[in-house]
């Protein structure tokens, strides 16, 4: 079919700049540092083998890097728990090992982003310690919250909340004579208890774990379960089950509760206080982009992620309407829009938009990717999406990690079509190299088992061959770089056939056509890059089904 594709102006979603800071534009590459590289054949990734890695991140033109919890923590969530927030696990290496990684960042270019978990500690953590062996109503336990059960002999847990990865939200505790005691509430895991915001000496301590990666030089931090600080008054029973799922909307009284924003305004100041553009990243679960926007209003976080338009189908339609909403929300504070495709909590996208045809799933996300790419905002690319890993969806229980596995039946679990809605096989370590016990991960073997296909998707089989997933990524990233147009300012939509979306910024044209055939539109300029290849025909141009293209104009 032949369309007209106009430059005539639907949704004029085109809004000023609004500042200048490099965050607002930022490509930003997350370092899931247990399966990046491994130093030291542990089969762990660790920073040592991080820092020798970043020319990878440097050369793929990437602004910046968020590296997951690597502090000192007994990793019953991934490094999500933590039990000392200014030391490096020993799994990962040591605090010098984080002051090099820093500057050798620094010296590439790249800005450094580490995560800060201030929902909850770990049960190792020396103030939880403290409080089961302190007395119900004393002041080691007001860090945190203790409650008595309800029943009789307070054998029922305080309310009915439950936790994330699968059943109740509350854990029994029991006294140094061995009879039952108080609960404690955990959001997340029962090795997760959930700290208590109201009290001063955890908002003081986590002014001063801030400084102290600040005063190491890091130029930011991303902020976990930033809308699951403060809980309802009262914490009033929910009523119903099938509650809070990982990266969920739902209203509840234990998430975005408006009281967490004061906090954010609080860290806003304390990173402002110092030099360099230093920012925080929400991960926040929002009902809507409305209340999402909350977080990015300009006297608090720079950025949220933004996940409604991670959840967005393979639709055309359905992802115009996240992508207009997410920027009028943004733009009506003044806030950049963040684009994700994936993380470490999700099945990673060529098998999300799979159907069952990896092929399809891999023809999509290198059409994603274009898309994301070329739309104003910061984009956050998870490690290996770059290689265009799929999901691994065989992994054997016995090597799995992810506490939710073993709190939840795979019954009930939302598959997306990973292995079971589990996390572990987007956690997959990387390939790097063709051959080698780990495919270059690192000297020994790997944490989690890679597919043998993996030797054909590494970094070193990529290298170089103009048709492969990361040359294209390192195309993208520098013309993305080059463009003016590009980045941090308006767009417009041009009108396209149904199933095709067409979008345009200054001197810039995208066409993606999410479509399962192909589709012919007039050449819109100069084709710059695009995810398959193109073929023309005098005036026209064929776009192939799942395929994105950008055009100079
Ligand atoms: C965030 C992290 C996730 C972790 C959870 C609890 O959602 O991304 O990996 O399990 O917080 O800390």
């Given at each position: 079919?032949?369309?007209?594709?106009?430059?005539?102006?639907?949704?004029?979603?085109?809004?000023?700049?609004?500042?200048?800071?490099?965050?607002?534009?930022?490509?930003?590459?997350?370092?899931?540092?247990?399966?990046?590289?491994?130093?030291?054949?542990?089969?762990?990734?660790?920073?040592?083998?991080?820092?020798?890695?970043?020319?990878?991140?440097?050369?793929?033109?990437?602004?910046?890097?968020?590296?997951?919890?690597?502090?000192?923590?007994?990793?019953?969530?991934?490094?999500?728990?933590?039990?000392?927030?200014?030391?490096?696990?020993?799994?990962?290496?040591?605090?010098?090992?984080?002051?090099?990684?820093?500057?050798?960042?620094?010296?590439?270019?790249?800005?450094?982003?580490?995560?800060?978990?201030?929902?909850?500690?770990?049960?190792?953590?020396?103030?939880?310690?403290?409080?089961?062996?302190?007395?119900?109503?004393?002041?080691?336990?007001?860090?945190?919250?203790?409650?008595?059960?309800?029943?009789?002999?307070?054998?029922?847990?305080?309310?009915?909340?439950?936790?994330?990865?699968?059943?109740?939200?509350?854990?029994?505790?029991?006294?140094?004579?061995?009879?039952?005691?108080?609960?404690?509430?955990?959001?997340?895991?029962?090795?997760?208890?959930?700290?208590?915001?109201?009290?001063?000496?955890?908002?003081?301590?986590?002014?001063?774990?801030?400084?102290?990666?600040?005063?190491?030089?890091?130029?930011?931090?991303?902020?976990?379960?930033?809308?699951?600080?403060?809980?309802?008054?009262?914490?009033?029973?929910?009523?119903?089950?099938?509650?809070?799922?990982?990266?969920?909307?739902?209203?509840?009284?234990?998430?975005?509760?408006?009281?967490?924003?004061?906090?954010?305004?609080?860290?806003?100041?304390?990173?402002?206080?110092?030099?360099?553009?230093?920012?925080?990243?929400?991960?926040?679960?929002?009902?809507?982009?409305?209340?999402?926007?909350?977080?990015?209003?300009?006297?608090?976080?720079?950025?949220?992620?933004?996940?409604?338009?991670?959840?967005?189908?393979?639709?055309?339609?359905?992802?115009?309407?996240?992508?207009?909403?997410?920027?009028?929300?943004?733009?009506?504070?003044?806030?950049?829009?963040?684009?994700?495709?994936?993380?470490?909590?999700?099945?990673?996208?060529?098998?999300?938009?799979?159907?069952?045809?990896?092929?399809?799933?891999?023809?999509?996300?290198?059409?994603?990717?274009?898309?994301?790419?070329?739309?104003?905002?910061?984009?956050?690319?998870?490690?290996?999406?770059?290689?265009?890993?799929?999901?691994?969806?065989?992994?054997?229980?016995?090597?799995?990690?992810?506490?939710?596995?073993?709190?939840?039946?795979?019954?009930?679990?939302?598959?997306?079509?990973?292995?079971?809605?589990?996390?572990?096989?987007?956690?997959?370590?990387?390939?790097?190299?063709?051959?080698?016990?780990?495919?270059?991960?690192?000297?020994?073997?790997?944490?989690?088992?890679?597919?043998?296909?993996?030797?054909?998707?590494?970094?070193?089989?990529?290298?170089?061959?103009?048709?492969s997933t990361l040359e294209l990524y390192r195309s993208a990233l520098a013309l993305r770089r080059?463009?003016?147009?590009?980045?941090?300012?308006?767009?417009?939509?041009?009108?396209?056939?149904?199933?095709?979306?067409?979008?345009?910024?200054?001197?810039?044209?995208?066409?993606?056509?999410?479509?399962?055939?192909?589709?012919?539109?007039?050449?819109?300029?100069?084709?710059?890059?695009?995810?398959?290849?193109?073929?023309?025909?005098?005036?026209?141009?064929?776009?192939?089904?799942?395929?994105?293209?950008?055009?100079?104009?």
């Amino acid at each position: 079919m032949t369309q007209e594709l106009t430059t005539s102006l639907q949704a004029d979603t085109a809004r000023p700049s609004g500042g200048s800071g490099w965050w607002r534009d930022a490509v930003i590459y997350q370092v899931y540092v247990r399966s990046f590289a491994d130093s030291d054949g542990d089969g762990i990734g660790d920073l040592r083998g991080a820092r020798e890695r970043l020319p990878h991140l440097a050369g793929l033109g990437a602004d910046a890097v968020w590296l997951t919890p690597f502090y000192a923590s007994p990793q019953a969530d991934g490094g999500y728990d933590v039990a000392d927030y200014r030391a490096v696990d020993p799994l990962f290496g040591t605090l010098a090992d984080a002051d090099d990684l820093v500057r050798t960042a620094h010296e590439l270019g790249l800005r450094v982003i580490v995560d800060v978990v201030p929902n909850h500690t770990s049960d190792r953590h020396p103030w939880f310690r403290a409080a089961l062996t302190g007395r119900p109503g004393g002041p080691d336990r007001a860090r945190y919250h203790f409650r008595p059960g309800r029943g009789a002999g307070g054998e029922l847990p305080p309310n009915d909340w439950e936790s994330v990865f699968g059943g109740p939200a509350w854990t029994r505790t029991t006294g140094p004579d061995g009879a039952p005691g108080e609960w404690y509430l955990h959001l997340f895991a029962p090795e997760q208890p959930d700290l208590n915001w109201d009290c001063s000496e955890v908002r003081e301590e986590f002014d001063s774990v801030l400084r102290f990666w600040l005063d190491l030089g890091v130029d930011g931090f991303r902020i976990d379960v930033a809308h699951g600080m403060v809980k309802a008054a009262g914490m009033p029973d929910i009523g119903r089950t099938e509650q809070a799922k990982l990266i969920g909307s739902q209203v509840l009284p234990f998430f975005d509760q408006d009281g967490v924003h004061e906090i954010h305004r609080s860290w806003r100041r304390l990173l402002d206080s110092y030099p360099g553009d230093r920012i925080g990243v929400a991960e926040a679960w929002a009902p809507s982009p409305e209340r999402l926007a909350l977080y990015v209003r300009p006297d608090e976080l720079h950025q949220a992620f933004n996940f409604q338009f991670l959840k967005s189908p393979w639709d055309a339609a359905a992802m115009r309407t996240v992508i207009d909403e997410s920027l009028a929300a943004t733009a009506s504070v003044g806030a950049p829009t963040t684009w994700v495709l994936s993380n470490h909590d999700v099945v990673r996208h060529p098998t999300r938009y799979a159907d069952g045809s990896p092929a399809r799933g891999l023809r999509r996300a290198r059409a994603a990717a274009l898309l994301t790419l070329a739309l104003p905002g910061s984009v956050y690319l998870y490690q290996g999406e770059e290689l265009g890993l799929p999901e691994v969806v065989d992994l054997p229980d016995a090597c799995r990690q992810d506490p939710a596995f073993f709190r939840t039946s795979a019954e009930g679990q939302d598959g997306q079509d990973g292995q079971d809605g589990f996390r572990d096989g987007c956690r997959v370590p990387l390939p790097w190299s063709r051959s080698g016990a780990s495919y270059g991960f690192g000297p020994g073997g790997s944490w989690l088992p890679q597919p043998a296909a993996w030797a054909g998707l590494s970094v070193e089989a990529q290298t170089g061959d103009p048709g492969s997933t990361l040359e294209l990524y390192r195309s993208a990233l520098a013309l993305r770089r080059e463009l003016p147009g590009l980045g941090d300012s308006g767009m417009t939509w041009l009108d396209a056939p149904a199933g095709v979306l067409a979008l345009a910024r200054p001197g810039f044209v995208c066409t993606l056509n999410t479509l399962g055939e192909e589709v012919e539109l007039p050449v819109p300029g100069r084709a710059l890059l695009s995810s398959a290849p193109l073929a023309y025909r005098a005036a026209t141009v064929r776009i192939p089904p799942d395929c994105c293209a950008w055009w100079a104009i």
